[in-house]
C-alpha cells in the first residue's frame, strides 16, 4: 500500500479517524514498532557486511530480503510469515505503516487485542498463500495484512471520517469518509489487476486481504460477537432494502413519501378534499419530515453533541405540525419521527450527554413505542427511569418504568442499578 512516488504522483497518506479510543492500541503500535525494528536491522546488517563496500548496501538488503521473502519453497515454511515483516524501501514501509496505524487503532479499539491480532496474522497467510498460488515471484511487505485490516474496518465504520494528507503540487489535509477512500483503494486495484497492469505490486495480496477482512468483519456483525451499530456496512445495507421494499410496495415512491400518503389518507378519512389540497398536503408532509429526518441522521452521524439535539428539536416539531405527535397519533404516523433501532436508541444516549434530558426521555420512548420486545428493552427502560427519576424529577413515572422491567431479562450489572434506584426513588 506504499510506493515511492514520482515527480507528478499523488500521494495520499491517511493520518487517523475522528472516533474516540476507549483503550491504548497496544498491538497497533507493536506491530508497527516491529515492522520498523526489522527494517532498521536489515540495514544496519547490510551495511557491515563486507560485500556492501563493493556492491553498495542496496544489493545486500536485497540479499538479505530474499532470505525471508515469501515464494514457492515448501521445504521453508516460515517464509509465508516472514515476508509480511520485509519491505523494499522506506516509502514502501511508510506507506504500509500509516495504514496500519491510522486504520488498526480504531479497528483494535471494536474487536479487541487478541482479535486484532489474529486478523493480522490470518491476512499474512491468507493473502501471501493467494498470491504464490496465482502468480509467480517472491512477495515482501506487510500490504495484504493491511488489507485485512482496512476491509474488516470499511465493514464496521464505513461512515467513519479519515484525517487525510495530499501530497500533490502543494501539501493539505482534509477528511473523507472510510467508504469513499477505501472504496476508492480497492476499486483501483481491481482495475489494475484486471488490466494486468505490470508495477511490481502484489494486487492480488491486496484483494486476498481486502476479502478476508470484509468476510471476517460480515460474520462478527452477524453472528453479534461484535455489537452492531446504527451506521456499520450490514446496517446501510438493510436500510437500503428496506427503502427498496418500500418503493416496490407503494409503486416506486420513497419512504418518506409513502408515510406522507399515509398521514393524508387518515386526513380524507375526515374531510372531503380536493385534488389539489391533497397536493399541497402531501408536499408540505414530506418536505418537513425528509428535511428534518434527513438532518438529524447527518448530524447523528458524527454524533455532534451540539447538532443533534438542534436537529431532534426541529424534527419533533415537524411531528407536532402534521398532528403525528399526539398520543392519539395512529403508530405508522408516529413512527414518521422514530428512526431506525439503533440510531433511536444512540439518540437517546446523545441526548443525556447533552444534558438534554427532556429530549433524551422522548427518545427512550419512542425506541420502546417501536421496539418494546427487543433484547435491549430493559436497558432502554432502565435508561429512561433514571432519566425520569434523577434529571426530570418525576419520581412516579420513573418508578413506574423500573416496574415493568422484566429483570430476568437484564444482566446482574443492571438488575443492581434497578434495585439501586428503586430504593433512590422510594
Known amino acids: 500500500m506504499g510506493h515511492r512516488p514520482g515527480v507528478l504522483s499523488v500521494v495520499f ?4 479517524t475522528d472516533q474516540p479510543l476507549n483503550r491504548t492500541p497496544i498491538v497497533s503500535r507493536t506491530l508497527v514498532g516491529v515492522n520498523v525494528a526489522v527494517f532498521a536491522l536489515v540495514w544496519i546488517v547490510a551495511v557491515l557486511r563486507p560485500e556492501a563496500q563493493l556492491d553498495g548496501a542496496q544489493s545486500a538488503v536485497g540479499e538479505i530480503v530474499g532470505m525471508f521473502s515469501l515464494s514457492w519453497k515448501p521445504s521453508e515454511p516460515w517464509r509465508l510469515v516472514t515476508y509480511a515483516f520485509m519491505h523494499g524501501g522506506f516509502w514502501h514501509l511508510l506507506g504500509n505503516m ?63 471520517n479519515i484525517r487525510v494528507l495530499l501530497v500533490f503540487f502543494l501539501i493539505t489535509v482534509f477528511e473523507i469518509s472510510a467508504l469513499w477512500l477505501l472504496g476508492f ?7 489494475f489487476q484486471g488490466f494486468g497492469v505490470s508495477d511490481s505490486v502484489a494486487r492480488m495480496a491486496h484483494l486476498a486481504g481486502y476479502g478476508l477482512g470484509i468476510g471476517v468483519g460480515l460474520v462478527l456483525l452477524g453472528t453479534g460477537l461484535v455489537r452492531r451499530q446504527t451506521f456499520d456496512l450490514l446496517a446501510l445495507m438493510e436500510r437500503a432494502k428496506r427503502k ?9 415512491v420513497t419512504p418518506t413519501q409513502a408515510i406522507a400518503r399515509a398521514v393524508i389518507q387518515q386526513d380524507r378519512a375526515g374531510a372531503k378534499k380536493t385534488e389539489q389540497q391533497d ?7 414530506m418536505a418537513a419530515l425528509a428535511n428534518s429526518r434527513l438532518e438529524l441522521s447527518q448530524a447523528l452521524s458524527t454524533r455532534d453533541v451540539d447538532q443533534v439535539p438542534r436537529k431532534y428539536d426541529a424534527l419533533l ?3 407536532d405540525d402534521l398532528g403525528i405527535n399526539a398520543k392519539d397519533a395512529e403508530p405508522r404516523q408516529r413512527r414518521a419521527v422514530i428512526l431506525g433501532r439503533d440510531a433511536q ?45 434523577r434529571y426530570l424529577h418525576r419520581k412516579v413515572d420513573a418508578r413506574a418504568e423500573l416496574e415493568r422491567i422484566d429483570l430476568s431479562r437484564v444482566d446482574a450489572e443492571h438488575r443492581e442499578v434497578v434495585q439501586q434506584l428503586k430504593a433512590e426513588l422510594a
Open 279 to 285: 397536493s399541497a398536503r402531501l408536499d408540505a408532509v
Open 98 to 160: 500509516f495504514f496500519l496505524y491510522a486504520f488498526g487503532a480504531t479497528l483494535e479499539n471494536r474487536i479487541g487485542r487478541w482479535g486484532f491480532a489474529a486478523l493480522y496474522f490470518a491476512g499474512i497467510v491468507v493473502s501471501g498463500g493467494v498470491q504464490i498460488l496465482v502468480e509467480k515471484g517472491s512477495v515482501i511487505g506487510a500490504s495484504g495484512a493491511v488489507a485485512a485490516i482496512t476491509g474488516c474496518f470499511l465493514v464496521l465504520f464505513p461512515l467513519v
Open 185 to 191: 483503494v480497492i476499486l483501483k486495484d481491481l482495475v
Open 13 to 16: 497518506i491517511p493520518l487517523g
Open 244 to 252: 427498496q421494499e418500500i418503493r416496490s410496495a407503494v409503486g416506486g
Open 317 to 319: 416539531k415537524a411531528g
Open 345 to 389: 436508541f444512540e439518540l437517546g444516549n446523545i441526548m443525556v450527554k447533552a444534558g438534554r434530558h427532556d429530549l433524551a426521555a422522548t427518545a427512550y420512548k419512542d425506541f420502546l413505542f417501536s421496539h418494546e420486545r427487543d433484547p435491549q428493552a430493559g436497558e432502554v427502560r432502565l435508561m429512561l427511569a433514571l432519566v425520569l427519576g
